[in-house]
C-alpha cells in the first residue's frame, strides 16, 4: 500500500511503527508492516507538490490501496478538534475567475463541464472507499482543498455559500484526483487540528490530531 503525506511530522509515529526495508528513494521510503509492504511518500506541502508526486510514484508502482494522511481544519461545530474523518468528496473552490463581487466556478465558464471525468456533479467523489472496518468506523464528511487556508470572515463565509464545505486541506483533492485517473483504491483520512476561523494557533490541537491520526492510520494498516 501507499502512504501519501505533506510533511513527515504529521506521521511521525507511524514511520517509527514501521520497518523501512532500503534506503529512501527521494521523498519516497520503501517500509513494511506485519505482512504487508507500506510505501510512504512525503510529497511536500500543497496541490502542486502532492499531485506531481502522487502521479509519478503510481504511474511507476501498483499498489492495492493508498491512503492520504494529514491534519485539517473544520467548518462543521459538530467535528472536534482531534476527531479523524474520511473525506469523501472534495472541490476546489479557488479554481475559476473573479468577475467584479461575484465568482466564476471552472463549470459557470464552460471549461469543465460537472461530470467530465474524473469529476461527479463538479466533485471529486470516492464512491467506494476500501472496505476495511477501521476505515468505514470513521465519520464520511465533504472537503475543499484550497491553495490559502481560510482565516478571514468573509472569505469563510463566502466558501460556506460556494461549497458548504466540512473540512479543509491543501493536497487532498489533488490526491484523490491522482488516484482516480490511475484507477487505484483509495482513501482520504484526516485528523482536525482546529476550526476554521479568524486564525487562532492558540486554540489548535495540533499535537492531539496528529496522535489520533497515527494511530488510526496503523488500524487501517493492520486490518488491510
Not at 499531485?51 to 508502482?61: E, F, K, T, Y
Not at 483520512?189 to 486564525?199: D, F, G, L, P, Q
Request: hydrophobic share 45%; aromatic share 4%.
Amino acid at each position: 500500500m501507499l502512504i501519501v503525506a505533506a510533511t513527515a511530522a504529521e506521521i511521525d509515529l507511524l514511520l517509527a511503527a514501521v520497518t523501512q526495508r532500503s534506503s529512501p528513494d527521494g521523498p519516497l521510503r520503501r517500509c513494511s508492516r506485519g505482512g504487508h509492504d507500506v510505501d510512504v511518500l512525503t510529497t511536500g506541502v500543497g496541490m502542486v507538490a502532492t499531485a506531481a508526486w502522487s502521479s509519478r510514484i503510481l504511474a511507476l508502482h501498483d499498489y492495492d490501496l493508498a491512503l492520504n494522511l494529514g491534519v485539517c481544519g473544520t467548518f462543521d461545530p459538530s467535528i472536534p478538534a482531534g476527531a479523524v474523518v474520511q473525506v469523501i468528496s472534495e472541490e476546489l473552490p479557488e479554481m475559476g475567475a473573479e468577475a467584479d463581487d461575484a465568482f466564476l466556478t471552472l463549470n459557470d465558464l464552460k471549461l469543465l463541464a460537472r461530470g467530465d471525468f474524473p469529476f461527479r456533479d463538479g466533485r471529486l467523489m470516492n464512491a467506494a472507499p476500501p472496505t476495511v472496518a477501521a476505515l468505514q468506523d470513521l465519520p464520511r464528511v465533504r472537503g475543499i482543498t484550497v491553495n490559502t487556508v481560510h482565516g478571514r470572515d468573509s472569505s469563510i463565509a463566502a466558501v460556506r455559500q460556494q461549497c458548504d464545505p466540512q473540512v479543509e486541506t491543501m493536497e487532498g483533492a489533488a490526491f484523490m484526483y491522482a488516484c482516480l485517473i490511475r484507477g487505484t483504491p483509495f482513501a482520504e483520512i484526516r485528523a482536525v487540528s482546529n476550526v476554521v476561523e479568524k486564525r487562532n494557533r492558540a486554540a489548535w490541537k495540533l499535537a492531539e490530531a496528529i496522535g489520533n491520526l497515527n494511530a488510526a492510520a496503523l488500524g487501517i494498516i493492520d486490518q488491510a
